[in-house]
């Protein structure tokens, strides 16, 4: 078996066997807590740039099957693992292993170490640069560029995921709506979502008004994504896009979406210690007192503070440590949320947002 070593800008260097791809990988390690969905999170756009370390001690036991992409590719740098099972099993077929899927997109993978061990050390010592260093590979190099090399949040991470062109989507569901769809990263089954609804014109995450009265959409949406949602293209282009869209037409955003409104309005956002990364996340409703459990993959919040000073209502709030997890506007049809109501994976509790989105789109017919 050759061996491979997680090593961490503060000096930690963790053994373990290599599987994947056998090539040395540098990103930001981070954590999900999740039990099931490895598939759709290795294929999550919003991973860009990192090294994705899963709690849950086996993985990979119901294989990779052909329903459960999330993008066209794995966008993690590297992958580990505390077990990666070489006998997967499904009703789906799904008879190809992590390691195959790994080699396959050529991402390395780390198995046989304590993840638990590292996701406590990354929730008291807060998010590390790291390195999966292969076997005859030197330590010693890897750990000097993790320690030098700028954060890949430096990156413009968005223009890595987004769509290349504008591409038309024709609608699955009942619904007929034209939707406008900014793509800094979505995930398939936001699109899936929101076909349901009416049909669904995928664009670019750099583009621009006249793009968007081309489509005379109905409403726009501004997808998940990956990286610092105050990249100095992303303020150059997305965020007074959404904020000139939303004196125009109804808008929705999630995840890096929710954050770039923020920005669009004047409020903050800040890089969390260790970022929300599970399937079990309590999100409280404000006006209703409800507490949802949500799907949620980011490493940024909005400062809730000014939030509302930028005139924004705050209308949820993660249970856990109160960070803000639903934005609203008093005078405008625009509302955001930090976390994924379309699940995959993860509980669908909170899929009644498209409804939401699409009563929006039918109380203000053709924009404003």
């Known amino acids: 078996m050759d061996r491979a070593r997680l090593v961490l800008e503060d000096g930690t260097v963790v053994e373990g066997i290599a599987f994947g791809a056998r090539k040395t990988t540098f990103g930001e390690l981070v954590f999900n807590t999740s039990m099931t969905g490895y598939q759709e999170s290795l294929t999550d756009p919003s991973y860009a740039g990192q090294i994705l370390l899963l709690t849950y001690p086996l993985i990979g036991n119901y294989g990779v099957n052909a329903d459960d992409f999330e993008s066209r590719r794995i966008w993690p740098r590297g992958f580990a693992v505390h077990e990666a099972c070489e006998a997967p099993s ?24 304590d ?4 996701t406590v050390k990354t929730r008291a010592r807060g998010t590390l640069k790291a390195a999966i260093c292969q076997e005859g590979d030197s330590v010693e190099e890897a750990f000097h560029k993790v320690r030098t090399m700028p954060h890949p949040d430096a990156e413009n991470l968005v223009g890595q995921v987004t ?19 900014l793509d800094c990263g979505a995930k398939e089954n936001i ?23 081309r489509i005379a959409p109905d409403g726009v949406f501004c997808s ?41 309005f004047g409020a903050k956002t800040f890089k969390l ?21 949500t799907s949620q993959n980011h490493g ?28 609203r506007h008093a005078r405008l049809p625009v509302f955001s949320v930090q976390y994924h109501p379309e699940a995959h994976p993860g509980p669908r509790d909170t899929w009644h947002l498209f409804q939401r989105f699409e009563r929006m789109m039918a109380e203000h017919p053709g924009g404003r």
């Not at 009703?91 to 396959?104: I, Q, S, Y």
């Not at 769509?163 to 769809?181: D, H, N, S, W, Y």
């Not at 349901?196 to 670019?204: A, D, F, I, Q």
């Open 191 to 213: 699109v899936r979502s929101l076909r349901e609804l009416g049909h669904v014109t995928r664009l670019p995450y750099n583009a621009t008004m006249r793009d968007l009265e």
């Open 273 to 293: 210690k260790f970022g929300h990364r599970g399937a079990n996340q309590p999100v409280k409703d404000l006006e209703s007192g409800r507490v949802f459990i």
């Open 115 to 118: 993840t638990r061990a590292l």
């Open 163 to 181: 769509a290349a062109r504008p591409v038309r989507l024709e609608a699955t569901g009942k619904g007929r709506r034209e939707i406008a769809l």
């Open 300 to 327: 940024y919040a909005v400062d809730v503070e000014s939030a509302r000073a930028a005139g924004l209502e705050v209308a949820q709030l993660n249970g856990n440590d109160g960070t803000a997890e639903g934005l």
């Open 224 to 264: 998940n994504g990956p990286g610092d949602p105050s990249h100095a293209e992303i303020l150059r282009t997305t965020v007074p896009l959404l904020r000139g869209a939303a004196e125009r037409y109804p808008v929705m955003g999630i995840c890096l979406g929710h954050q770039l409104l923020g920005l669009a």
């Open 90 to 113: 499904h009703h789906k077929g799904g008879n190809k292993t992590v390691d195959e899927f790994l080699r396959d997109h050529g991402v390395p993978g780390l198995q046989g170490i």
